[in-house]
């Protein structure tokens, strides 16, 4: 770059000392060193300049392809990105349909559960029912049986004892007692039984609202999914 500034003084001299032509503005300058001190411009000349001209001589070429590659890359991500989202799309609508399918066996196979636990608990009932009442009344038959034998023996006494009153009140008294103690029994057997049915009932109970409150949870989670599906905007980065 150096000779280029040099040789571009000299040009510069030449002309500023050239014999003028009379009547113009033009003047004469030896065309031999003019020449000379070009070819010596031209040879300075680095070669990188060269190539800037042809960068700026292609210039358009090349941004032309440049945004055709630009073009073309925003296009394939467009197809890529439209391509996960409905891949994306796909795979949330198949775990949804998979989470409805689990949730509606989970329903099923609770109420069939719970199903089943009250037809057991009604059997027990039932059973624990029967068995009381059986229990009662073979207490207020055997009851009736000694009240009957104590008055039949009361009677027995009586009549051997018809002159004696004191025994006779006394056989009275006996058969009186042992007919109120046959009857607390009794009593006190039905209250028992009673009280095991209520016991027996209560933890039926117990079961019966644990089943449901299962049940009520695996409809609410069944109910959960499609709620949230419908009210959240999809999430592309997912």
């Not at 056989?171 to 057997?189: D, G, I, K, M, W």
């Not at 089943?211 to 989670?221: A, D, E, M, N």
Request: overall charge negative; proline content about 2%.
């Amino acid at each position: 770059m150096y000779r280029v500034f040099e040789a571009l003084d000299e040009l510069v001299t030449i002309v500023e000392e050239a014999r003028g032509v009379p009547m113009t503005s033009g003047c004469v300058v030896p065309r031999g060193d003019v020449l000379e001190l070009l070819d010596d411009v031209r040879d300075a000349i680095p070669a990188e300049l060269d190539d800037a001209q042809d960068v700026l001589d292609h210039r358009d070429e090349l941004v032309g392809k440049a945004q055709h590659e630009v073009e073309q890359s925003l296009s394939k991500a467009r197809s890529d990105a439209d391509r996960m989202v409905s891949e994306a799309q796909h795979e949330a609508e198949r775990m949804l349909s998979e989470a409805r399918a689990r949730a509606e066996r989970m329903v099923a196979e609770a109420q069939d559960q719970a199903e089943r636990t009250v037809a057991a608990g009604r059997q027990e009932y039932e059973d624990l029912v029967g068995r009381a009442h059986a229990e009662a009344d073979r207490m207020v038959q055997a009851g009736r049986a000694n009240y009957e034998r104590a008055v039949e023996e009361g009677r027995a006494e009586q009549t051997r004892l018809v002159d004696q009153t004191e025994v006779v009140q006394a056989a009275h008294n006996e058969a009186a007692r042992v007919l109120e103690v046959a009857r607390t029994e009794a009593v006190r057997l039905r209250g028992e039984c009673d009280a095991y049915v209520d016991g027996k009932l209560a933890d039926f109970e117990d079961l019966l609202a644990h089943t449901l409150r299962s049940v009520g949870k695996g409809r609410s989670h069944l109910r959960g999914p499609a709620v949230a599906s419908a009210a959240a905007p999809f999430d592309y980065h997912d």
